[in-house]
């Protein structure tokens, strides 16, 4: 790990140098962070869990056509992925008032919108991310307006899917951030696929029944263990055995390498190597 070249030492991952100039490794750390940065702590298992559960979930969106950075799980803290350009955007989508939203507009928390809502941040630590609206996106050139239409109609088909997804395994996805990026083939033609993670630091997940919330509010708000909601949220994806992986406060490493390779088989499969076959269409 020593010789890799590092990119990019990010808050809650690291992004390395892949095997070639196409891929890059992301690397998956324990540390948390909350309200840009304020609030941090290093929680032992939440690398290994984001992990298993975005390389899951992206493998299962390339499996509905939405072409995604994932390319493989290499160990249990690192995945390769597609190199891209991050378009400097956060596509938040909200199924039910949570979080800022419920801060911003003084809705009621758990109030579910009459339709799910896309909203846009400006992907910029030091000025806090704020939110945009579409103009600020295209009179500013962060993405164009073909570029907009791409992730905006990908992120209603995920936000579908997602919901269909942890409905059947008994949670509530509640919201959730998304970013995407430029990729460009061989011929020049623009790819704009799914990047990041998805996972329970970028998601809200409430329990349907209990309404426990099991995602990164614990640690934002001190609501409970962080990785015991990761972990149920991961047992009920089927991703690990009821037992757990943490076992006193540390990870069963044995076992959660053994879980890359399942998902690694899943994935080669369906087989979901390839970015989407054919080139968008010109831009608009
Ligand atoms: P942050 O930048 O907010 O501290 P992370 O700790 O998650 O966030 O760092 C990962 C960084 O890598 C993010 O800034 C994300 O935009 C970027 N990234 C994610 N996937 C890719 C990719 N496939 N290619 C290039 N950059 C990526
Ligand atoms: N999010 C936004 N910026 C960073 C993250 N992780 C995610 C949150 C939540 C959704 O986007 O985890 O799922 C909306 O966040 P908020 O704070 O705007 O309500
Ligand atoms: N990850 C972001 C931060 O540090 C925002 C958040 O998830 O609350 O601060």
């Known amino acids: ?26 690397y998956f750390k324990d540390d948390a962070t909350a309200f840009n940065a304020e609030k941090h ?10 992990n298993r559960i975005s390389a899951h979930l992206m493998t299962k969106l390339e499996s509905i056509g939405i072409p995604t950075h994932f390319i493989r799980s290499i160990n249990m803290r690192e995945q390769l992925v597609r190199r891209v350009d991050i378009i400097p955007i956060e596509l938040v989508v909200r199924n039910v008032a ?7 507009l003084g809705l009621k928390e ?3 919108l009459p339709r799910p809502l896309i909203e846009y941040y400006y992907k910029n630590d030091s000025l ?12 500013l050139g962060w993405a164009d307006p073909y570029e907009l239409d791409e992730m905006v109609s990908m992120a209603w088909r995920i936000n579908d899917y997602l919901n269909g ?23 020049g033609e623009l790819y704009i696929i799914l990047a990041d993670e998805i996972s329970p630091d970028n998601c809200r997940l409430w329990d349907a029944k209990s309404g426990e919330k099991l995602d990164k509010d614990r640690f934002r708000f001190d609501l409970g263990d962080l990785v015991e909601g990761y972990q149920y949220i991961a047992q009920k994806l089927g991703l690990i055995p009821e037992g757990g992986i943490i076992q006193g406060g540390s990870v069963n490493e044995q076992l959660a390498e053994k879980l890359d390779a399942i998902e690694n088989r899943l994935a080669q499969e ?8 054919k080139p968008p269409g010109k831009p608009r």
């Open 110 to 112: 758990g109030e579910i």
């Open 165 to 187: 997804l942890f409905a059947g395994i008994g949670l509530r996805l509640i919201d959730f951030k998304l970013e995407f990026g430029r990729l460009w083939g061989e011929h």
């Open 98 to 104: 949570a979080g800022s939203l419920v801060k911003r």
């Open 270 to 277: 369906r087989k979901l190597r390839e970015v989407g076959k």
């Open 128 to 139: 806090g991310d704020p939110l945009i609206g579409e103009e600020h996106i295209i009179t």
């Open 1 to 26: 790990m020593s010789r890799r070249k590092m990119i990019y030492d990010g808050k809650a991952k690291t992004i390395y140098e892949g095997p070639d100039q196409h891929t890059y490794i992301q």
């Open 41 to 50: 702590a290093v929680i032992a298992g939440k690398g290994v869990l984001n």
